[in-house]
C-alpha cells in the first residue's frame, strides 16, 4: 500500500499556500511539532479503503485526507485553504516520488476559532479530500 503523504506535503508547499504563511513552512503529518505557532497545516488520514479485485491485492486505495489549516489571521487563513483547495481540487495523474494518485478530489469543508485550544485566537478552517492511489 502507497500513502499519500508525500504528495500532500509536496502540493501544499506550493509558493501560493506558504505565502499565506509568510513564507514558512510548517507543513505536518499528524501532529505540529511542540512549540509551533500558526500558521501552520497538520494533514491526517482518515481512513482507507481498498478497490478489491478477484486476482489479487487492490490496485488501487482510496484515502480520506484532512487537510486543516491554521492562522491567527482570517483573511490570510482564507487565502490559504483557496490556494490549497485550488492546487489540489480535481487533480488527475500526478506523481511525487513514484506514488501516483489517479484523482484527488474536495469533499468538504468546515471552520471553527480555537480561543481555549491555542489561546491566540486561532482561526481554523479544515478541508476533506479523496485520493485515489495506485499501488502498482
Do not use: C, W
Request: aromatic share 10%.
Amino acid at each position: 500500500m502507497r500513502h499519500p503523504g508525500e504528495i500532500i506535503y509536496s502540493v501544499l508547499n506550493h509558493a501560493s499556500v506558504t505565502g499565506q504563511m509568510g513564507g514558512v513552512s510548517n507543513i505536518f503529518p499528524g501532529q505540529a511539532s511542540p512549540g509551533t505557532k500558526p500558521p501552520m497545516i497538520i494533514y491526517t488520514t482518515n481512513n482507507t479503503t481498498p478497490q478489491n479485485t478477484k486476482n489479487g491485492p487492490s490496485s488501487l486505495d482510496i484515502f480520506e485526507v484532512q487537510i486543516t489549516f491554521f492562522h491567527t489571521d482570517y483573511g490570510r487563513l482564507n487565502n490559504m485553504a483557496a490556494a490549497a483547495r485550488a492546487l489540489m481540487d480535481y487533480r488527475t495523474e500526478l506523481t511525487v516520488n513514484g506514488i501516483t494518485a489517479q484523482l484527488i478530489y474536495f469533499k468538504d469543508e468546515s471552520q471553527s476559532f480555537e480561543d481555549d485550544i491555542m489561546k491566540d485566537g486561532t482561526h481554523t478552517k479544515t478541508h476533506l479530500y479523496e485520493f485515489r492511489i495506485k499501488n502498482n
